[in-house]
Nanobody, 126 residues
Framework: QVHLVESGGDLVKAGGSLSLSCAAS????????MGWYRQAPGKQRELVAI???????RSADAVKDRFTISRDNAKNTVYLQMNNLKPEDTAVYYC????????????????????WGQGTLVTVSS
């Protein structure tokens, strides 16, 4: 099993910056994609940014010029640098990982397993 622990959420003024981190631990063969999602009050959870194990990135249009996702594979950790924060960025930010189990190493089609973190609250005041 894989366990994700997020940190970095805080209260910040509009225009400010925050850095989130999410560390994966547990028993696994490989972590594939890692990403950040967010859920604002009364809204559905949405993708913020995702990064593959080889570094390919994809970000939502709303954050593309302000947020940067990065990853340290040696530490199984993904980061989200958020600059020029806006009140509409206020949400609970969830870390997500797609991983492969050691039990599936010899499988022709190993399962893509998914795990979520507990979430970290980012509040941006105007």
């Amino acid at each position: 099993q894989v366990h994700l622990v997020e940190s970095g959420g805080d209260l910040v003024k509009a225009g400010g910056s925050l850095s989130l981190s999410c560390a994966a631990s547990g028993r696994f063969f490989r972590i594939n994609d890692m990403g950040w999602y967010r859920q604002a009050p009364g809204k559905q959870r949405e993708l913020v940014a995702i990064i593959s194990d080889n570094g390919a990135k994809r970000s939502a249009d709303a954050v593309k010029d302000r947020f940067t996702i990065s990853r340290d594979n040696a530490k199984n950790t993904v980061y989200l640098q958020m600059n020029n924060l806006k009140p509409e960025d206020t949400a609970v930010y969830y870390c997500n990982a797609i991983w492969m189990s050691i039990d599936d190493i010899r499988q022709t089609k190993p399962r893509n397993l998914e795990v979520w973190g507990q979430g970290t609250l980012v509040t941006v005041s105007s």
